[in-house]
């Protein structure tokens, strides 16, 4: 593994990590973008170590689309709850109307979120040959 896919594991551990920390403290918007940035950064360590340049989209399954074709079994994620967890990218981080999202977001959102994050990121680990 190189260098620059091992940087781009780190910080999808760092971002689970956090998302994990603000669940934790009652921030669940906040948990469920972070496992999303997770999740996020653990595919493109995957399309980056297979010699591809990750494409600029936020979105789960455009990413894993993005892995299909290179020959990679990605059967594990197709159960991923990974179109929710991108439409938490902005869905948490603006006001819709009247509400902000920490009155939207809770524990029954952050802890699927988390759940995907941490598969995407076994999965990423695994294919990579780093299990831990």
Same mark, same amino acid.
């Given at each position: 593994?190189?260098?620059?896919?091992e940087?781009?594991?780190r910080?999808?551990?760092?971002d689970?990590?956090?998302?994990?920390?603000?669940?934790?403290a009652?921030?669940?918007?906040?948990?469920?973008?972070?496992?999303?940035?997770?999740?996020?950064?653990a595919?493109?360590?995957?399309?980056?170590?297979?010699?591809?340049?990750?494409?600029?989209?936020?979105?789960?399954? @455009?990413?894993?689309?993005?892995?299909a074709?290179?020959g990679?079994?990605? =059967?594990?994620?197709?159960?991923?709850?990974?179109?929710?967890?991108?439409?938490?990218?902005?869905? =948490?981080r603006?006001?819709?109307?009247?509400?902000?999202p920490?009155?939207?977001?809770?524990? @029954?959102?952050?802890a699927p979120?988390?759940?995907?994050?941490?598969?995407v990121i076994?999965?990423?680990?695994? =294919?990579?040959?780093?299990?831990?």
């Amino acid at each position: 593994m190189t260098p620059r896919v091992e940087a781009w594991l780190r910080q999808a551990t760092s971002d689970l990590a956090v998302a994990r920390l603000t669940a934790s403290a009652g921030f669940h918007a906040q948990a469920c973008y972070h496992a999303g940035q997770a999740a996020e950064k653990a595919l493109k360590a995957l399309l980056i170590a297979s010699g591809t340049k990750p494409p600029y989209s936020h979105s789960l399954s @455009n990413l894993v689309a993005a892995l299909a074709p290179l020959g990679l079994d990605i =059967t594990a994620l197709d159960g991923l709850r990974l179109r929710q967890l991108s439409r938490m990218g902005s869905e =948490t981080r603006y006001p819709e109307d009247d509400e902000a999202p920490v009155d939207r977001f809770d524990a @029954n959102d952050s802890a699927p979120a988390l759940a995907t994050a941490e598969a995407v990121i076994q999965f990423a680990r695994a =294919t990579l040959g780093q299990d831990s």
